[in-house]
């Protein structure tokens, strides 16, 4: 079999589990290592040390599998093009990347699966199953295995399909040739960085030390108060840079997917023709037909603010069990929390939330039982309330 044929036959397989976009990327096409070197030193990764800590893998995959030639990468859509919500008041938004299941079980399983599928039929070459915790580039990967391109707010972008996308990759040994990787189409559009409401988006760059999602999930300290209004309604993860773009609305189809291959579709659930064609598992939940997996149903779109204010150790791990916010500590949720129910308050100077934010934040200010995280954003969050209420400048933050 001929590297095309197998491509062909592996992408078919990508299929079958239900992704909706796949790709082959040849490693030798790598060619942004310079950007990538230039963010971490830069420090646009903020606290996240395993950019740094990992550098050379993220520069060179054969540190990662020695002897990778070549990346498989998979798509799965979790949002459609066109959704738009807003949270009741009180609530505070979740990204809709994390209102269903883990992505990184879902997808991970799945390219476990593909792998196991594969090797008995390769003789000696090699699979390694990555996400997005292994240090692998996997947006410009996919862009080079021609599943997208990557827009100004570093998103990859699928015409068809905009950006609501998660990415998979498996390493391999295999030769396997290349995609034709797509242009960049963003044009002079600049929606994504005109809309970042704390100025985290530079033309193709991301600083991750004022961008939302890095804020609060990523970050585990205090969050300065110069962006704490910039965070809005935002309690875990945002979507802003996404939802103003012009490729997520569910209006038609440009010039550009004229010229752009179909969205592959099988007819079929059935297993395709050749040692190649293994099914999916009975327990894989996948709907090799849906546009979007039943695994990303909304199960929460929203969280109560004063609610989590409340909650305990035990809460939290019931409320995430099957979230990727799990690893969101109770201090980091609690200090989202008050900033956005602050937030909220400032907006709409809503008497019955002032009356009860504020002898909540008093008593979790003072409580010394209360992680340092969780005190000083309560007296960050009370001077907020102070100055607007009093017209008064904020005193110095309690100790």
Partial sequence: ?????????????????????????????????????????????????????????????????????????????????????????????????????????????????LCQGWRPFVGTHRFRACIDTAPVRERELAAIAGVGWIGKNTMLIHPERGSWLLLGVILTTLDLGEETPVPDHCGTCTRCIDACPTAAITDHSVDATRCISYLTIEHREQIEPALHAGIGDWILGCDICQEVCPHNSGTGKGSIQAAWKPIAKRTTTAPLPGVWGTPPAPDAIVDPEAEIQPAYAPRRVSLPLLDILGWNEDTRREAFATSAMKRVTLAMLQRNAMIVATNQTLRTSDPELTAALVPTLQAMASDHSQPELVRRTAAQCLQRLHADLNGAPPAAPAE
């Fill in 1 to 113: 079999m001929n590297p095309e044929e197998l491509s062909s036959r592996i992408l078919s397989d990508c299929r079958c589990e239900g992704f909706a976009l796949s790709g082959i990327a040849p490693l030798t096409s790598l060619s942004r290592q310079e950007i990538l070197q230039e963010w971490v030193a830069q420090g646009k990764h903020g606290g996240m040390a395993y950019m740094a800590e990992q550098l050379a893998e993220r520069l060179d995959p054969t540190r990662v599998l020695e002897g990778a030639k070549s990346a498989i990468v998979v798509a799965d859509q979790y949002a459609p093009r066109g959704s738009e919500d807003s949270p009741e008041f009180g609530q505070g938004r979740i990204a809709r990347y994390a209102r269903g299941r883990d992505y990184h079980e879902f997808i991970k399983k799945r390219l476990r699966r």
